[in-house]
């Protein structure tokens, strides 16, 4: 028993590290992904409403090769005829789909109809 005497101990402590790290790269993940949402929306951001944020971590079912993606979505938004907005993002950020597909025009809209451009 002497020689296996730690080994519990050092497995918990690596499984521990393991877990830390593993939520710094999700921290990280969800950061970039926000950032790129943050300027597809622009500046100044409009009012976007309640959101909520999720990992698809089975895929986008409605993307080709279901990806894996963070999914930003909003709901009563103040963007005209835009009630609810979906991002969705790589881990790595890079945007692959956005509801509405015309969500860009319907910014531009509102930014005019606010003075900003």
């Not at 002497?2 to 497995?11: K, N, T, V």
């Not at 970039?32 to 990992?55: I, K, R």
């Not at 698809?56 to 103040?78: D, E, M, N, Q």
């Amino acid at each position: 028993m002497g020689r296996f005497a730690g080994l519990g101990s050092r497995l918990f402590f690596r499984l521990i590290v393991v877990v830390m790290v593993a939520g710094v790269v999700a921290a990280i993940s969800w950061a970039v992904a926000s950032n790129t949402v943050a300027g597809v929306l622009g500046s100044p951001p409009p009012e976007m409403g309640n959101s909520a944020t999720t990992f698809l971590y089975k895929g986008v079912t409605s993307i080709k090769g279901l990806p894996k993606a963070w999914r930003f979505t909003y709901f009563g938004t103040h963007i005209p005829g835009t009630p609810n907005v979906r991002f969705y993002l790589s881990p790595l950020g890079k945007l692959l789909k956005v509801e509405p597909p015309d969500l860009a025009d319907r910014l531009k809209l509102w930014q005019k109809s606010k003075g900003f451009n």
